[in-house]
């Protein structure tokens, strides 16, 4: 058989193969196909061999440590069920979500509503009981602050070189989410050190350092700004380091980076290619070795409420690019996260499209499975280039803790939001079942509220039957273990640590069908309290077309549109007899709503969608 399969045929130049397609689209330019993206790079429509290789991920290893689904539940003994379910169905790596309150270094509370209370010994006793937890890695992310959950968890091993995984802090990612905490960054980098030093002599296959990114992916943020922004994260807790005495080899091997992917495949694909690249050369800026453990979680932002079995298909591509991207670590969303009503099936599910990818497609057996792509290769070499550009940006105006406080990262971010959000209205970008191809007999599952279980009476009673109390004048991991060993609980343990704290403006969070989903709601209320649906009539005066966008816009929103005068409850007045501030849409009027018109020009969806509030208001539908 001939090796040279295909050296027969003649070589094709660019500029030959741009007249023949400039032919088949009949008078169109050849640059009329070109897109762009969100991070405002240009995506062509024929990469060829003149765009150059750039970077060859590690191979990952063809097991199942890479699985790391978040196990969450109300109680400690729910998430003990979940943690053996995990296990059972293939899961090595126990990836606990705390509650907001532990995050915290509060007690746990009546307030949070998701997460595992752990507020004491005796609740991470409960979570891992029946578990062997020298074989099984813990995930865990701490919020601002790891010494205390690192000791927690350290108290229940009777041998703490055991204890494997991570237990981090992200202080800047917190912050970024909460916008609040009661320490200062300098006492958080201080805790850094401790749980560092702590770690290399008494748990040596624990990391403490969890730089996250989910804050900035969820409020809309492009994929060059989450790259720059873990970047910059790192680069400031290797400073901070560095500042207290630590070599830099060690605190580089106690982080682990945590991206978010979205359907966007080639675009995540290249995210995590170049972030390999990129924090290689960071950390041996630094003095440290380049080697990125990176833990990859599937978006929150993408999923949508209605049409909820086709967050599966959402989340298969996503987790495709994480594994084809190089992540070490992946946790596959629920289909019905943005629901925030997981059940086993959606568990199962979404650890079963992992199985798939390693198990049945075997995608971790190539190395760099993207390699040689010019599309991949080129998209790599920009987001790594682009995003380099904004790192050295946020590092000019002082790092990432001056640039979340002046809110400058904020108004970045919300640019990019506001463009998303508008694509979905424009249905530029299409989500299945939300603004195209929609079920309009689906009726959202609407939650009552979930009732907590009541966390107050439990510590009570479990204060009541412990020794005295320990508080801790000092951020010290060995105190906390003996502290919680003694009946400590987490709040108590941090009591004395509270200082006057940091605050700034918390990003806000976002999905990307969430406008149009509250509209379709309360047409669904509208339903129930009128009988039907709501009606748009359009009327048309004279001559000229309706904006592309109404009909759909409407539609999506639950709105039954008619093209005639009929008793309807909104009327949208288009064409050239009734042009108003020269807009295609001339007025729009509510009809028979306490007797009075009301008139919105409407230039935008944007203010189609306000002119839609405005009107389940006046109905006193509740949006």
């Given at each position: 058989?001939?090796?040279y399969?295909?050296?027969e ?13 400039g032919?088949?689209l ?7 196909l ?6 405002d ?73 998701k997460?595992?209370?752990?507020s ?68 958080c980098?201080?805790?850094?050190k ?24 969820q ?12 970047l ?112 086993e ?22 190395l ?111 105190a ?78 639950g ?65």
């Open positions: 058989m001939n090796k399969t295909f050296r045929f003649e070589e094709v130049s660019y500029d030959e193969w741009k007249r023949l397609a032919k088949a009949k008078g169109k330019c050849v640059e009329s070109e897109q762009k993206t969100y991070e790079i240009v995506i062509k429509p024929l990469y060829t061999k003149h765009n150059q290789a750039f970077v060859r991920p590690k191979l990952l290893q063809e097991n199942k440590d890479g699985i790391a689904q978040e196990l969450s539940a109300l109680t400690p003994e729910e998430a003990n069920a979940a943690v053996k379910r995990a296990i059972a169905h293939g899961q090595s790596i126990l990836h606990l979500v705390v509650d907001e309150a532990t995050r915290q270094g509060e007690d746990s509370n009546e307030k949070t509503k997460g595992i209370p752990l004491c010994k005796q609740d991470i006793e409960s979570v891992l009981q029946g578990v062997d937890i020298e074989n099984h890695p813990i995930f865990l992310y701490a919020g601002y602050h790891a010494v205390p959950l690192i000791g927690m968890i350290a108290s229940i091993y009777p041998n703490t070189s055991d204890m494997k995984g991570i237990v981090g802090a992200d202080p800047l990612g917190h912050m970024a989410e909460t916008g609040h905490m009661p320490v200062t960054f300098g006492a980098y201080d805790a850094m401790e749980a560092i030093s702590w770690s290399r002599k008494k748990a040596p296959g624990l990391r403490t350092i969890f730089v996250r990114t989910d804050a900035y992916h409020a809309g943020a492009n994929s060059v700004q989450e790259l720059a922004v873990a910059a994260t790192g680069a400031e807790y290797m400073r901070e380091g560095i500042k207290r005495g630590l070599n830099p080899v060690h605190i580089a091997q106690q982080m682990m980076f945590s991206l978010c992917v979205d359907t966007q495949l080639f675009t995540e694909i290249a995210k995590l290619r170049a972030a390999r690249v990129l924090w290689k050369k960071i950390a041996e800026m630094f003095g440290a070795q380049g080697d990125i453990h990176m833990h990859v979680r599937t978006s929150g932002r993408t999923k949508t409420k209605y049409d909820p079995h086709v967050n599966l298909l959402r989340a298969t591509t996503e987790a495709f690019s994480a594994v084809i991207g190089g992540a070490d670590t992946l946790h596959v969303s629920v289909y019905n996260e943005a629901l925030c009503n997981n059940d099936n959606g568990e199962r599910w979404a650890r079963n499209i992992q199985h798939i990818l390693r198990g049945e497609s075997h995608l971790t057996k190539v760099d499975p993207a390699g040689g792509s010019y599309y991949i290769e080129t998209l790599t070499k920009e987001i790594a280039e682009r995003a380099w550009q904004l790192f050295c940006r946020i590092e000019q105006a002082g790092g990432m803790s001056i640039v979340l406080k002046d809110g400058w990262l904020h108004k970045e971010i919300a640019k990019v939001a506001e463009q998303r959000k508008t694509d979905v209205l424009l249905s530029h970008k299409k989500i299945i079942g939300t603004n195209v191809y929609i079920n309009h007999n689906e009726t959202s599952k609407l939650l009552t509220e979930t009732v907590q279980v009541n966390r107050l009476m439990a510590l009570q009673a479990y204060k009541a039957g412990r020794h005295a109390t320990v508080l801790l004048p000092t951020c010290d991991v060995e906390c273990i003996t502290a919680f060993k003694n009946g400590a609980t987490i709040g108590e343990v941090t009591a004395s640590w509270a200082t006057q704290g940091e605050k700034m403006k918390a990003l806000p969070v976002m999905r990307d069908a969430e406008d149009i989903e509250r509209l379709r709601e309360a047409a669904e209320r509208h339903k129930v309290v009128r009988g039907s649906r709501p009606i748009a009539a359009l009327v048309k005066m004279g001559e000229g077309e309706l904006p592309f966008y109404v009909v759909s816009l409407l539609t999506a929103c709105f039954s549109v008619e093209s005639q005068e009929v008793q309807a409850d909104i009327r949208l007045v288009y064409g050239s007899e009734a042009m108003h501030k020269k807009t295609a849409i001339a007025y729009t009027a509510l009809v028979g709503v306490k007797a009075n018109e009301y008139e919105r020009c409407i230039q935008h969806p944007a203010d189609l969608l306000t002119f839609l509030e405005d009107f389940y208001q006046m109905q006193e539908v509740a949006l």
